[in-house]
C-alpha cells in the first residue's frame, strides 16, 4: 500500500514562492519575458524536489524500485528518490496488524455443521519478501487463514472444538505461519472467538445437559440415601445392645413433642409400655407438668 505525505508538497509551495519573488525583486514585473523564464525554472526545480523527496512513517517502510528492479528499503524519516527513474509501489507497514477471518457451514470430523469466528494477530519481519514474493500479502494472508481454519475443523471433533479452543488456536497458529513465513511475515497468535452451531443441536445438548445433571442429582441423592440408612443400622444395633439407652431417647422425643405442641400428642399404648411412663393419666400429668411455669 503506497501513502504519501504533505511534505513534498509543501517544498513545490515553497520553492515555487521563492523563484516568484525572485523574479519579482530582479525585473519589479510579471510582463518581461526573463520574469517568465525565473518563475517556470522555479516551477520546473519545484516539481523536481517534490517528485524527488519522500518522508516515510516511524512503522512505514518504502520498496523502491529503479528502473523495475528491486533497489532498497527506505525509512523512516525522510530519504531521496531518483524521479522517472526510481518508483516507490508500496509502503510496508510493519505494526502489528489484526485481521478477522471465518468458516461457514464448515463439516466437523464427525459431520456437524458449525460457523467459526477467529482473529489473526501478524506483523511483516521482512518487507523485502512482503512486496516481492506475494502480489496482495494482506489478501493471501487472509485466504490462508480461511482455509487452514476449514481444514482444522474438518479434522476436529465437534466436541473437541469446543472443550479445546486453545489447541485448534495453537494448530491454527502454525499452520498459517507455515504459509506465510516465504511472504516474511510471522503469525504471533489466533484467537478463536466463538463457535455456533445448529439451534436444533443446541437444544439437543441442552437436554442432554439436563439430564445429566438430574442423573447426578440422583446419584447423590441415593448415595446420601445409603449413608443415613447406614446410620440408623448403626443406631439401631446400639439400641438393641443397650434398652436404657432406647427408653431415654425415647422420652427426649416425647419431651421434645410435648415441649413444642403441649395440646395433643397421639402415643401408641405399646410405645408408653415399652417406656415404662404408666398409663394415660400418669402422662397427662406429666404433659401439665411441663406446661406449667416453673416457680423460683
Given at each position: 500500500m503506497q501513502k504519501t505525505s504533505s511534505f513534498p508538497a509543501l517544498l513545490f509551495v515553497l520553492i515555487t514562492a521563492a523563484g516568484v519573488g525572485i523574479a519579482y525583486a530582479s525585473y519589479g514585473t510579471f510582463a518581461v519575458a526573463g520574469s517568465?523564464?525565473?518563475?517556470?525554472?522555479a516551477v520546473l526545480v519545484a516539481a523536481i524536489v517534490a517528485r524527488a523527496v519522500r518522508v516515510a512513517a516511524a512503522w512505514d517502510r518504502a520498496v523502491v524500485l529503479r528502473l523495475g528492479k528491486f533497489r532498497a528499503l527506505r525509512g523512516p524519516g525522510l530519504f531521496g528518490v531518483i524521479p522517472i527513474i526510481d518508483t516507490i509501489p508500496y509502503t510496508i507497514d510493519t505494526r502489528v496488524i489484526t485481521s478477522s477471518f471465518k468458516a461457514e457451514k464448515?463439516?466437523?470430523r464427525d459431520t456437524v455443521p458449525v460457523d467459526v469466528d477467529a482473529v489473526l494477530f501478524w506483523k511483516v519481519l521482512d518487507?523485502?519478501?512482503a512486496a516481492l514474493a506475494v502480489a496482495d500479502y494482506t489478501g493471501a494472508i487472509s485466504w490462508a487463514a480461511q482455509t487452514a481454519l476449514r481444514d482444522v475443523i474438518?479434522?476436529?471433533l465437534l466436541a473437541d472444538m469446543l472443550e479445546g479452543r486453545e489447541q485448534?488456536?495453537?494448530e491454527l497458529q502454525r499452520i498459517i505461519d507455515?504459509?506465510?513465513q516465504p511472504w516474511g511475515v510471522m503469525v504471533i497468535s489466533v484467537e478463536v472467538r466463538d463457535v455456533l452451531i445448529p439451534a436444533g443441536l443446541q437444544d439437543a445438548m441442552s437436554m442432554q445437559a439436563q439430564a445429566e445433571r438430574e442423573r447426578q442429582a440422583r446419584v447423590i441423592l441415593g448415595d446420601s440415601e445409603r449413608q443415613i440408612a447406614e446410620k440408623f443400622g448403626e443406631a439401631a444395633r446400639t439400641y438393641a445392645n443397650d434398652p436404657t439407652a432406647l427408653h431415654l431417647r425415647a422420652m427426649n422425643m416425647l419431651y421434645e413433642g410435648l415441649k413444642q405442641n403441649s395440646t395433643i400428642v397421639l402415643v401408641p399404648s405399646t410405645a408408653l409400655d415399652t417406656m415404662q411412663l404408666g398409663s394415660i393419666a400418669g402422662l397427662t400429668a406429666l404433659a401439665n407438668d411441663i406446661g406449667k411455669p416453673v416457680a423460683h
Open positions: 517568465a523564464i525565473v518563475i517556470a525554472a464448515t463439516l466437523t518487507p523485502e519478501k474438518g479434522k476436529t485448534i488456536s495453537f507455515a504459509r506465510t
